[in-house]
């Protein structure tokens, strides 16, 4: 962990950024060093347990880009819920989303010894105010999502007012933390609901969002994530 992405309310506080911070990742991996502000952790894929069977290649990242393809299943009403974690049907089929730790430890691997990403721990994002980043690809779903993971373990994300799409014509989109909110498919989210402790973030996120209309392809990629002051 670099300095200033200690877990919150631990070590000597955020770190407050004088201009935009690049956060270059390579290999499915954004390093300490690379960034100005400390963040470190995966990039990654992750899905439904039905959505996954769809995805070939769980997250490629090349080039500068983390892509993700395939179909989030229709929810279907009523459902088997085989998912431990799914309290209903769209715990059970929620979709799939590409996911950038933002305090993730290096730690020895017991079997081989080498280094690797640990549990993702809080980070104290109290200096910046909102994450700007890329999109493109052939398939970006208009029910994409952009989210938060906070500490107290609740997702903040895009409500109807602040959603992603349609995007811009060079794809490049700035998300304001204070912007996002819990329950955010709720209608009424983003005048009623909380936004996110920014002292305390796990994870950014990019996620798919499922519907009990359709089943939702998606091949897109994510690139030029920036942190914004």
Not at 8 to 18: L, M, N, S
Request: proline share 8%; net charge negative; hydrophobic share 35%.
């Amino acid at each position: 962990m670099g300095g200033g992405a200690g877990a919150a309310g631990e070590g000597p506080g955020p770190i407050v950024p004088e201009g935009d911070v690049a956060l270059p990742f390579n290999d499915g991996w954004l390093d300490a060093d690379a960034n100005a502000l400390g963040i470190q952790g995966a990039i990654f894929g992750y899905a439904d347990v039905h959505t996954i069977e769809t995805i070939s290649e769980n997250i490629a990242s090349n080039g500068g880009k983390a892509c993700i393809q395939g179909e989030a299943f229709r929810v279907e009403i009523p459902c088997e819920i085989t998912d431990p974690n799914a309290t209903d049907c769209y715990g059970e089929y929620w979709g799939a989303a590409i996911g950038l730790n933002l305090n993730q430890p290096k730690v020895p691997d017991p079997d081989t010894g080498e280094s690797v990403g640990g549990t993702p721990e809080p980070f104290d994002a109290s200096g910046i105010s909102a994450f700007s980043f890329k999109l493109d690809g052939p398939t970006i779903p208009t029910t994409l999502r952009f989210s938060v993971d906070g500490g107290d373990g609740v997702q903040y994300c895009t409500t109807k007012e602040t959603k992603l799409m349609p995007l811009p014509a060079d794809g490049v989109l700035t998300v304001k933390l204070d912007d996002l909110r819990a329950k955010c498919w709720e209608s009424t989210a983003f005048a009623n609901n909380d936004a996110p402790d920014r002292s305390s973030i796990v994870k950014i996120a990019w996620a798919v969002v499922t519907d009990d209309k359709s089943a939702k392809p998606f091949d897109f990629c994510v690139s030029e994530i920036v942190a914004v002051p």
